[in-house]
């Protein structure tokens, strides 16, 4: 056995990462960039999350929210919802976290070379976008348009609005629209599904990467069928209760799926679509 | 310059209608432009068009006693603004305000209901088209008050 297999850590053994920047997106949304302390965890593909753990709180999935071979840390966006999400949202620049992963399926950007694509981001959902989005934006081809639609409840709750512009001013058809607007916004007022009618490509033949709540998913599915895509071209990032990450405990079966390693990403027909009704065990 | 029935047959609410059923709408329509911030629609005003948008935006709102008017929806290009035309006491509901540069088919909504009146398979085309536009606007509608990316349906 070599020695470095003899140092490899088992995959229950989270790598140590420390805190080298954090930004608060809004007000229960934070990012948070690592930087390996250990041996760094494997090359990931955006779509992809790893298992972050708070020493002495617990672990959660999370989903890398940088881009697949990008220099410098890797960044997790972090919505404060229970207990292991907030005290990672109160991680301050410094400390140190826990690392397993990558873990699970991605959005396959290899396969969106010469096909016209449509994002679809609701809420947080474009966390797990935003490696794919980068890697669309940077890597244009001339055999694609891509488009992005963004949904939230307020401007406010945006995420990346920064990076959402920048990612028009190159060349990416972006549309975002909020469910109820506040004295400054200028934009789009109603439902995501709303924005996804104005494409600049025919449906058929694209393919669309969806990411957000499963009813948000579910409802745009469903629009962007009427528009012609393939049911089997469209991929969603689902996530039911990811625990071990590699398939052993079963916490996150979702019919024949087990998340952790059949998803996140995954065809939203023929499986998907009958499955994202069903409720977490 | 496109022709009035062009503009009308390639609008949603009329796209695959036949030619007959088109030059009935274009007998009460005309074109029209307004610059941003203009009212289209004035709440509580008699209602009496049917607005094919072509271009630009218009944001749905409701004036609040205090501060500035809370945008509901926005209406973009190849949509339908105003429906109160249709029904008694035909007064807006809401005002519309354009957002951009709008260019807009604007028929009247006397003539049409008239038209709609005198020729019941014209009526009916015309009903089953607005059904199905008011259908999606509920059901968006209903979808957003699901609260989709809020916090109370997961936590």
């Known amino acids: ?281 | 310059m496109e022709e009035l029935s062009d503009l009308i047959a390639k609008n949603s609410l009329f796209v695959g209608l036949p030619d007959s059923t088109i030059e009935l709408a274009v007998g009460c329509a005309q074109n029209v432009a307004f610059e941003p911030g203009a009212r289209i629609l004035v709440e509580g005003e008699p209602a009496d068009t049917l607005y094919l948008l072509r271009r630009g935006r218009v944001a749905l709102q409701v004036q609040r006693p205090s501060g500035k008017p809370l945008v509901i929806e926005t209406i973009g290009p190849n949509s339908v603004l105003g429906w109160s035309w249709l029904v008694p006491p035909y007064r807006w509901q809401f005002d519309g305000v354009a957002i951009d540069p709008v260019g807009a088919v604007a028929i009247d909504g006397t003539c049409l209901r008239a038209k709609a009146d005198a020729d019941p398979v014209f009526g009916y085309a015309l009903l089953q088209r607005i059904s199905g536009v008011l259908l999606s606007r509920l059901q968006s509608t209903r979808v957003r008050l699901l609260d989709l990316y809020g916090h109370s349906l997961d936590d």
């Open chain 1, 1 to 281: 056995m070599t020695e470095a297999a003899l140092t490899k850590p088992g995959p229950f053994v989270p790598s140590r990462y420390r805190v080298v920047d954090r930004k608060t997106e809004t007000f229960d949304i934070t990012t948070l960039w690592l930087e390996p302390v250990d041996q760094p965890i494997d090359a990931f593909e955006a779509g992809q999350f790893n298992m972050l753990t708070v020493f002495g709180v617990g672990e959660i999935a999370i989903s890398i929210s940088s881009a697949p071979g990008a220099p410098g840390a890797i960044e997790h966006t972090v919505r404060d919802v229970g207990t292991v999400s907030h005290a990672l949202s109160q991680s301050a620049v410094g400390d140190i976290v826990g690392v397993r992963g990558p873990f699970g399926t991605d959005w396959g950007l290899a396969s969106l070379d010469a096909v016209d694509v449509v994002v679809v981001a609701g809420g947080i959902g474009l966390a797990p976008l935003r490696g794919a989005m980068r890697y669309l934006a940077e890597n244009k081809s001339p055999e694609r348009t891509v488009a992005l639609r963004v949904g939230a409840r307020l401007p406010d709750q945006i995420v990346f609005p920064d990076e959402i512009a920048r990612w028009g001013e190159m060349g990416i058809d972006v549309a975002v629209t909020v469910d109820v607007a506040d004295a400054g916004w200028t934009g789009h007022v109603g439902v995501v599904t709303q924005i996804l009618a104005e494409l600049p490509f025919d449906g058929e033949g694209a393919v669309a990467l969806v990411c957000g709540p499963e009813i948000m998913m579910r409802f745009s599915a469903r629009s962007l069928i009427d528009l012609g895509v393939a049911p089997e071209n469209i991929r969603v990032s689902l996530e039911r209760n990811m625990q071990c990450g590699i398939a052993m405990c079963g916490h996150c079966q979702l019919g024949p799926y087990l998340l952790c390693r059949d998803g996140p990403v995954v065809p939203y027909a023929p499986l998907a679509a009958e499955l994202i009704t069903e409720s977490e065990r």
